[in-house]
């Protein structure tokens, strides 16, 4: 298997230090051009706060009170590889698929920009807590997505390239010697007879389903930032919930429980859902020890879910 570069992958621990995030008014005068004459001019910007991702992200107001959401990249930049498969991937989206739609993307003096409609107001990140409301909706998202993301456009990677980096880092941990990895024979039992191509299929997935990644609006759920997307098998994003699920607080049986009702889900093959989940824990547990310092709490935590997972999993 040939290994991708790094940087298209997990390019958010491959920024160099001059690449920030930046505001409307910062971008290149011929872009905001662009933007206002494939759009509706622009009346005032509001820089969206939070994440790591260089170049813009904004909420750009347009006459007649409405509101669009803009980002844009150097086209040079480590993580632009990550914008141009968000465009592949929005392009082809089913009518069906709850997402924000994609009104324009375009290449303006060495800029990819993209604009979507904007999510109203009254939006939120759904809460996965344990006895929250938006569960049943998230669920049924899921079972969507399995049901309609098929076929995957060729342009787009295929899942044994997404997880080339994970394999990567699974083996860096594995070789450490005992005592170095808590619960290295779990991991070691957790991956054993595991193979890349269990991932394969032809369906689109999402493959970073999070709560970050879905608002609750207008009496739906909305999945967002398909920066990830790839060629895979259709129980995919099933099991990239599961950690997130745990991490909320659910008990790992628990998570499985509420899975049990996506349809895709109870196809995949138990080793490889298992091999999947140790994997994306080892990868978290490496970047909590050596990814970027105001990233590592976080990636700690999720770590944490996915170890108990892989526990239920072994014991199950």
């Excluded at 005992?178 to 070691?188: I, R, T």
């Excluded at 129980?235 to 990239?240: R, S």
Aim: charged share 20%; with cysteine.
């Amino acid at each position: 298997m040939t290994r991708p570069q790094a940087d298209v992958i997990d390019p958010k621990t491959h920024i160099s230090a001059d690449e920030t995030r930046i505001g409307w008014e910062q971008l290149p005068d011929s872009v905001r051009d662009a933007v206002q004459q494939h759009i509706a001019p622009v009346i005032k910007a509001e820089t969206v706060p939070g994440g790591i991702m260089p170049g813009a992200a904004a909420r750009l107001h347009l006459d007649g009170r409405l509101s669009v959401f803009l980002k844009a990249i150097r086209a040079d930049s480590s993580a632009a590889e990550l914008h141009r498969r968000e465009q592949q991937a929005n392009k082809v989206l089913p009518p069906l698929i709850p997402a924000p739609e994609m009104l324009w993307d375009g290449t303006v003096d060495g800029w990819l920009v993209t604009v979507f409609e904007f999510i109203n107001d009254n939006s939120r990140h759904v809460d996965l807590s344990p006895g929250s409301p938006d569960l049943p909706a998230v669920v049924e998202t899921v079972n969507v997505l399995g049901r309609l993301l098929t076929p995957c456009p060729p342009a787009l990677p295929s899942m044994i390239e997404n997880i080339s980096p994970l394999m990567s880092k699974a083996r860096h941990m594995l070789d450490k010697p005992a005592g170095e990895l808590p619960d290295k024979e779990m991991f070691e039992a957790a991956v054993d007879g595991f193979d890349a191509g269990m991932l394969r299929g032809h369906t689109m997935v999402h493959y970073d389903l999070s709560a970050g990644n879905m608002l609750a609006a207008h009496g739906s759920i909305y999945v967002l930032d398909w920066s990830f997307a790839a060629r895979g098998a259709a129980w995919v994003d099933a099991a990239m919930l599961a950690p997130r699920l745990i991490e909320a607080g659910h008990t790992p049986e628990g998570a499985e429980d509420l899975l049990h009702d996506v349809a895709v889900w109870r196809s995949a093959r138990p080793t490889a859902v298992t091999g999947l989940a140790a994997l994306w824990t080892l990868f978290r547990i490496y970047k909590a020890a050596h990814g970027p310092q105001e990233q590592r709490e976080s990636r700690a935590r999720a770590a944490e879910a996915g170890r108990a997972w892989v526990a239920h999993r072994l014991a199950a």
